[in-house]
């Protein structure tokens, strides 16, 4: 009766080797059944997964190239001649790839949530695995404590070809081996994917942070299909009536610039260096993403001459309609207006408290109310071309805090101050 005990322990054990060491098989075959139909299920399931994800990629490659095009169709007609048929071809070119990049964004969020998807079913399926493992690993180890108690010193003595037949220490130590390589192996690619599953969940909350930031794009959109009404109802589709509104507005802004630069003048003799910051690089990060197009200081040294000003009291980084403007330090929001077609057009300004105010404008569209408290690297608003401009750009401006004021005037609130030039502290 041991010698059968004894037989069955150890043909118990090896099956079980033989379970552990061939994925899904041995003697639990209601458990091995139940495992692979949820395995298949699985599987069939991140295979769609798969497929989709496939296909928002080769649509998002179609709409950048789409959103390409507008892009040179943009630049090709603002550096031709400033007609109306170009004014309205670039205004309608603006739209359509603010609409595109809308489109860009759903399709990527669209991906990003198929990819979480599926990288949950494979975490799911992972989990199963080291459920599975661990429960046969109970039942192996149940079995092998009710035959703990077997005499085996006195069946070795009945019989001595049982030590060569079934070595028990060495089915053990294997059994043991393979249970904690599988169960570390499985650890490990569970971390693993939960590490993804993160990773993607904070891509999912960037491009929901993008999708925010396009809804602010579609806003910009309704402001630009605006402008373009009212320059046609103006202007009648007629180019003389255009070139005639150029002039009355070039007229204007002369004044009002000029007017800026007598008061900015002496304000600049009124800053005190020991209230502000000393030059810094990196004290500022950079507003946004774009190219310098015109320095800060005298329009002959600068390169940009120009009938309305000879003196800049900032830089200019251009770039697409619609561009992040970021907070290049945290502050709180000082001021805020809109000069309609002249002047700075929409703009804010952001006192840092530590000496310096910063002024972004030309915006699209601002997000930002004065008294909010802002953070580095917060998006404050959107590039644009409000104001006397003659294309996309933000116009950075840094001020002496102690000099900044604003006044109101006919086209609106007017910020001014002591300006700084802004590369001192990027």
């Known amino acids: 009766m041991r010698i059968k005990h004894f037989l069955l322990y150890h043909i118990i054990i090896l099956l079980s080797i033989v379970s552990l060491l061939i994925p899904r098989t041995g003697f639990l075959t209601e458990e091995k059944f139940n495992f692979n139909g949820e395995f298949e299920k699985y599987s069939r399931e991140i295979d769609k997964l798969k497929e989709k994800i496939e296909a928002k990629e080769t649509k998002i490659k179609e709409l950048e190239e789409r959103a390409a095009s507008y892009k040179e169709t943009i630049e090709e007609k603002r550096g031709e001649a400033n007609t109306l048929v170009n004014e309205v071809l670039v205004l309608d070119s603006q739209r359509r790839k603010l609409d595109t990049e809308i489109e860009i964004t759903q399709t990527k969020i669209g991906e990003t949530e198929a990819s ?55 089915a053990v130590k294997i059994l043991q081996e393979e249970i904690q390589e599988k169960v570390e192996a499985l650890k490990i690619v569970k971390l693993k994917l939960e590490s993804e599953r993160l990773e993607l969940n904070f891509q999912k909350e960037e ?131 809109t000069n309609g077609h002249y002047a ?16 972004y404008a030309h915006l699209s569209a601002k997000k930002v109310k004065v008294e909010e408290e802002v953070k580095r690297g917060q998006i404050i608003g959107y590039m644009g071309s409000t104001g006397f401009s003659t294309g996309s750009h933000l116009h950075f401006t840094v001020y002496a805090a102690n000099t900044f004021e604003t006044k109101d005037k006919w086209f609106g609130l007017l910020p001014l101050g002591g300006s700084l030039n802004p590369m001192n502290y990027l």
């Open 116 to 170: 979480i998807e599926k990288l949950t079913l494979e975490l799911k399926t992972k989990e199963s695995e080291i459920k599975m493992l661990k429960k046969r690993t109970g039942i192996i180890l149940r079995t092998i404590r009710e035959y703990d108690e077997i005499d085996l010193a006195e069946i070795l003595l009945r019989g001595d070809n049982f030590s060569k037949i079934f070595n028990i220490a060495e």
């Open 207 to 337: 491009l929901e942070n993008l999708e925010e930031e396009l809804y602010y794009k579609k806003v910009i959109v309704e402001g630009e299909k605006k402008k373009k009404k009212d320059l046609l109802n103006v202007t009648k589709g007629q180019e003389r009536k255009f070139q005639n509104l150029l002039k009355d507005v070039e007229a204007k802004q002369k004044e009002i610039q000029k007017e800026i630069a007598e008061i900015e003048s002496r304000l600049r003799h009124l800053i005190d260096p020991s209230k502000i910051p000393p030059p810094q690089k990196g004290l500022f990060s950079w507003p946004c993403e774009g190219v310098i197009t015109q320095g800060y200081g005298l329009t002959s040294k600068t390169g940009f001459i120009n009938p309305v000003y000879d003196f800049h009291n900032g830089i200019d980084i251009a770039s697409s309609i619609g561009t992040p403007i970021k907070a290049p330090l945290g502050g709180k929001v000082a001021a805020s207006g």
């Open 344 to 359: 700075y057009g929409s703009w804010l300004a952001i006192d840092h408290q530590n000496g310096l105010i910063t002024l």
